[in-house]
């Protein structure tokens, strides 16, 4: 399936690639992606959100597979309620995607802005790129724009539109 996405993309742009860090932890599984990615540009590996917590180890070995062949990795869904973020995940991640829950949770109670300030700023100190995901409306878009975050990903963009 990761070949498929991989070989059917659109060219000159970014392609986030979901992958589980149960299948690539160790050095047989390493192999096989180091082949699929090496050749590659513009692919950015995402830490899916269903990775299970318990399993640090195999995810640290997954990550360091990729950051050693200098794949991009971005923590997918933070903010979800299913998902895994660890602080010390942040020091491979080139991307921080978030959760559409956090549009919701905008309207619901606005102070939950101040933390995804505070998350949009550690960021661009760190020359990490923020992604809001589950843009859908053009109220999602103005959102995410007023917010600051520099990337959107969502079902809105049929025409080009950039927030920065």
């Not at 082949?35 to 830490?47: A, G, H, N, P, Q």
């Amino acid at each position: 399936m990761k070949r498929f996405q991989i070989q059917n993309r659109p060219q000159g742009k970014h392609l986030f690639l979901n992958l589980d860090p149960h299948v690539c932890k160790n050095r047989s599984q390493a192999a096989e992606w180091r082949k699929l990615l090496s050749k590659e540009k513009d692919i950015v590996c995402e830490i899916i959100e269903n990775t299970d917590s318990t399993l640090i180890e195999n995810t640290r070995f997954c990550l360091d597979v990729l950051r050693r062949e200098n794949v991009p990795i971005a923590l997918d869904d933070v903010g979800g309620d299913q998902n895994l973020f660890c602080f010390n995940f942040l020091e491979y991640s080139k991307f921080i995607k978030f959760d559409k829950c956090w549009l919701r949770l905008f309207e619901i109670k606005p102070s939950y802005k101040n933390i995804a300030w505070g998350f949009l700023d550690f960021a661009k100190e760190s020359n990490i790129l923020c992604i809001l995901e589950g843009i859908e409306t053009s109220e999602d878009f103005l959102m995410a724009a007023e917010m600051g975050f520099p990337l959107a990903q969502g079902y809105l963009f049929q025409s080009r539109n950039v927030l920065v």
